[in-house]
């Protein structure tokens, strides 16, 4: 099978792999240039993409915020200072020498679970809760996008006043513990809950609960067959069972049914790779 290359550009990191089917052959990675902006970016993945020149007959890029008709725009600035409409589409093919697809990190992630995953076949949300929160739907066999990229972007529905994303992520349970008096990352937090810190436990049964409100928002909006849960909170230990015993006081129709991401962190590659060898098988 030829392998396709794909790439993903979050806010703190950028990921280049060799991708076959559901297997990475080769990675590589690097820190993301936050003061750089997209050119530097586009530069760094070059960097990383150099030594396998050859070896790919397709290109795909994933990346955080809204993409749309080739151009990019950010959902949350905090997380990467996108200007509107970049031409993400022509830049990426002269850092690359190739046409790349292009889709939002969370929605090839939700591809990627879809083809080879915790959602294979079925009618599916995957919710990453990580650094933020974000989604993507598969219905029908189809990756939805949107009139202008935005479908999926469930980080930024209302809940309690505010965006479930400030509300729930990994960012809210590092604020919410330093303003508990223990500054820590949500990793630590989540060590903190294991061993019954009370002010741990609190934050993270509170992240639990407003993800089982949003899961049960999904659930009466889209009726899915299974949400799978993915991200760096979402895949912690005991996290999805916390949501899923919340979920249990819900009346069975409203009551989704959760997975764990079965690809782990490599969803959004291994998504992005599918997406991409499509695309060009489609237009070949």
């Not at 590589?28 to 530069?43: H, M, Y």
């Not at 294979?120 to 066999?141: K, P, Q």
């Not at 809210?172 to 061993?195: N, Q, Y």
């Amino acid at each position: 099978m030829t392998a396709t290359l794909a790439i993903d550009l979050g806010g703190s990191k950028i990921l280049a792999a060799l991708v076959a089917g559901a297997e990475v052959i080769a990675r590589s990675r690097t820190e993301t240039d936050r003061e750089g902006g997209p050119e530097a970016w586009l530069t760094q993945i070059a960097a990383l993409s150099a030594p396998w020149r050859g070896r790919y007959s397709a290109a795909g890029l994933s990346v955080t915020g809204r993409v749309h008709d080739g151009r990019w725009s950010a959902m949350n600035r905090k997380t990467l200072a996108v200007p509107e409409g970049f031409p993400l589409a022509a830049r990426a093919r002269e850092a690359l020498g190739l046409d790349a697809a292009l889709a939002n990190d969370a929605q090839a992630a939700a591809w990627g679970e879809y083809r080879h995953g915790a959602g294979a076949g079925r009618d599916m949300v995957f919710l990453t809760v990580s650094t933020g929160i974000g989604g993507g739907v598969v219905l029908n066999g189809r990756l939805l996008t949107g009139r202008g990229g935005l479908a999926g972007h469930v980080g930024q529905m209302a809940l309690d006043g505010g965006p479930v994303e400030n509300l729930a992520s990994g960012t809210w349970i590092a604020s919410a513990a330093a303003a508990a008096g223990h500054p820590s990352d949500a990793r630590a937090v989540f060590d903190a809950a294991a061993v019954g810190a009370p002010w741990a436990e609190e934050i993270v049964a509170l992240s639990a609960a407003r993800l089982a409100r949003l899961c049960a928002d999904l659930q009466c909006l889209l009726d899915p067959e299974v949400i799978v849960l993915g991200g760096g909170v979402g895949l912690a230990p005991g996290f999805l069972d916390r949501v899923t015993a919340i979920l249990g006081q819900f009346p069975p129709p409203v009551r989704p049914t959760l997975a764990r991401a079965a690809l782990g962190p490599e969803a959004g590659i291994i998504g992005m790779a599918a997406l991409a060898t499509e695309l060009k098988t489609g237009s070949d």
